[in-house]
């Protein structure tokens, strides 16, 4: 649970000093090479070991050794307004969803990008024409070549292109609910068009013309490749898996086939975008629960699947959009557990990153959900460089067991220094025998990176471990001793959930 708000009256409890707690101690997401440390993968439960799939390439990742990044999206103005300083160099980027430009994380909302035609369907007022049948294309476009010139100024920055329009889904059957309005105004325009049409015939062409005519998305996606295209662009919720049937006893957490069927359908959207943004934000009802990681591990398979339906010569990155609270109570954080269940599937399974979005951050962001991601991120990056010659990103096996990209408890220390969080250890061969058996590697494009032998990851950990004792043995020994308090306290709080979560 939250911790109780004592902050400044009118001070948002996300940027309370008193409840915030960033006082020093954050992530070090610059890691060190494999000569400042080594660490390993927690050693789990022996199963056959699987025969190697294909994996098709994948782009390489924005920062180089760095095959898990996590951003976080905070509306920080506010607290800016209070003089309150967020210390946020813990993530890899930071950015506010308020317009300001040249953010590593760019948010194109309906306002911010072209001209969105949609509806309020407060007020039922139609903007640029409501429908995408009656959208104006060029004058769209014109917009959207300003909007991306203020928004992403510099062209050579690299970074993430989120386009957020969600009033309506491009695929009519989709548009359920609240936006059934958008099938009765398609087919009211075409019955405009032609009086003697049936209201069957009207629907029929109504949903082809929709559908044409959403193909608007495309034409965006197209546009900020050609003008920025060191930014990795793509829409928000796509794809989707609507494995929503988490309460039911049997739930497997599998997209249906039709939702897969769908999801082909939208082959050219696919094509369009050089990275997915597909969101796992959990329910209360998901607490603790097991169901979680099945929904969260499908919803990225399923977005890991249609980037490679383009047969592009590499498959576009995977970024998971989390909450690190509950969509539903906002104020309660997500335990280890449940970061497992989220971060670490994602990582576990291939994603390229995470974009943590919300605001209700406090002392849990030192106390629990910093401590993880250095820990899944660096697994990440060191499962990269030992067993995949820092080519390529590692992925289960199996995607549908229960191995995480998790540093062994006995065989690191996470100690926190001057501000930034190091980690600090030394993987035995057994445990870099036990990370081969689990996990394969996906290569980046244009590398090779053939999973190491037994032999030679013995020759690659003795090569390390020499190194490290030749460079920087002096510098560990002097943030061990610094901060040999809170390292053990934090060992054996990440021991206790890892071990749970893999038992």
Same mark, same amino acid.
Not at 101 to 126: A, C, M, V
Not at 295 to 301: A, E, F, G, L, T
């Given at each position: 649970m939250a911790r109780s708000l004592t902050s400044h009256p009118g001070v948002p409890p996300f940027c309370s000093r008193s409840n915030l707690a960033l006082g020093g101690q954050h992530i070090f997401l610059s890691f060190l090479s494999l000569s400042r440390y080594t660490a390993i993968l927690i050693m789990l439960p022996t199963t056959p070991r699987l025969a190697p799939a294909h994996l098709p390439h994948t782009v390489g990742?924005?920062? &180089?050794?760095?095959?898990?990044?996590?951003? @976080?999206?905070?509306?920080?103005?506010?607290?800016?307004?209070?003089?309150?300083?967020?210390?946020?160099?813990? $993530?890899?980027?930071?950015? %506010?969803?308020? *317009?300001?430009?040249?953010?590593?994380?760019?948010?194109?909302?309906?306002?911010?990008?072209?001209?969105?035609?949609?509806?309020?369907? *407060?007020?039922?007022?139609?903007?640029?024409?409501?429908?995408?049948? /009656?959208?104006?294309? *060029?004058?769209?476009?014109? !917009?959207?070549? #300003?909007?991306?010139?203020? +928004?992403?100024p510099s062209m050579t920055n690299r970074g993430l292109a989120v386009i957020d329009w969600e009033e309506w889904r491009p695929l009519w059957d989709r548009n359920w609910g609240t936006k059934r309005i958008y099938q009765t105004l398609s087919v009211a325009h075409v019955m405009q068009a032609n009086l003697s049409l049936s209201v069957q015939q009207a629907t029929v062409k109504a949903k082809q013309?929709?559908?044409?005519?959403?193909?608007? =998305?495309?034409? =965006?996606?197209?546009?900020?490749?050609? =003008? /920025?295209?060191?930014?990795? @662009?793509?829409?928000?919720?796509?794809?989707?898996?609507?494995? +929503?049937? @988490?309460?039911?006893?049997?739930?497997?957490?599998?997209?249906? *086939? &039709?939702?897969?069927?769908?999801?082909?359908?939208?082959?050219?959207?696919?094509?369009?975008?050089?990275?997915? +943004?597909?969101?796992?934000?959990?329910?209360?009802?998901?607490?603790?629960?097991?169901? #979680?990681?099945? =929904?969260?591990?499908?919803?990225?398979?399923e977005a890991l699947r249609v980037s490679a339906l383009p047969g592009w010569s590499a498959t576009a990155p995977v970024f998971v959009y989390m909450r690190p609270v509950f969509v539903d109570d906002n104020k309660r954080f997500l335990s280890q557990g449940d970061l497992i269940s989220t971060v670490g599937e994602s990582v576990a399974v291939g994603a390229s990153g995470a974009v943590l979005w919300g605001a209700t951050l406090s002392f849990y962001l030192t106390s629990t959900l910093n401590p993880y991601i250095t820990n899944v991120t660096t697994a990440a990056q060191l499962c990269s460089d030992f067993l995949c010659r820092g080519n390529g990103r590692c992925v289960r096996k199996n995607y549908k067991s229960s191995h995480y990209l998790h540093l062994n408890p006995e065989s690191?220390?996470?100690?926190? %220094?001057? !501000? /930034?969080?190091?980690?600090?250890?030394?993987?035995?061969?057994?445990?870099? !025998?036990?990370?081969?058996?689990? $996990?394969n590697c996906q290569c980046y494009k244009g590398l090779k990176c053939t999973p190491r032998t037994y032999k030679e990851l013995a020759k690659a950990l003795m090569f390390s471990v020499k190194r490290g004792q030749y460079q920087n043995s002096p510098t560990l020994r002097k943030v061990g001793l610094d901060d040999t308090e809170q390292a053990s306290t934090a060992k054996d709080k990440v021991n206790k959930n890892f071990n749970a979560a893999d038992n």
């Open positions: 990742p924005l920062f &180089e050794h760095q095959p898990f990044i996590v951003t @976080w999206n905070i509306p920080d103005l506010v607290c800016k307004r209070y003089n309150i300083s967020l210390d946020t160099s813990a $993530f890899k980027g930071v950015a %506010t969803p308020a *317009k300001v430009p040249g953010q590593f994380l760019s948010l194109f909302y309906t306002d911010r990008l072209g001209l969105y035609p949609h509806i309020d369907l *407060k007020s039922r007022k139609e903007f640029y024409g409501g429908i995408p049948q /009656r959208a104006n294309l *060029k004058a769209s476009l014109e !917009k959207a070549r #300003a909007d991306i010139n203020y +928004y992403i013309q929709f559908q044409v005519r959403a193909n608007l =998305m495309s034409g =965006m996606l197209a546009l900020g490749r050609a =003008m /920025r295209p060191n930014y990795l @662009w793509g829409f928000y919720l796509f794809p989707n898996c609507y494995n +929503y049937g @988490w309460k039911d006893q049997h739930y497997t957490g599998q997209c249906s *086939k &039709e939702v897969r069927r769908q999801n082909d359908e939208l082959l050219w959207l696919w094509e369009s975008s050089t990275a997915l +943004y597909p969101s796992v934000y959990l329910q209360t009802s998901l607490a603790d629960n097991p169901k #979680a990681a099945l =929904m969260v591990r499908n919803r990225v398979q690191f220390r996470v100690v926190n %220094t001057q !501000k /930034r969080y190091f980690v600090l250890g030394s993987p035995s061969l057994a445990d870099l !025998k036990s990370l081969s058996r689990r $996990f």
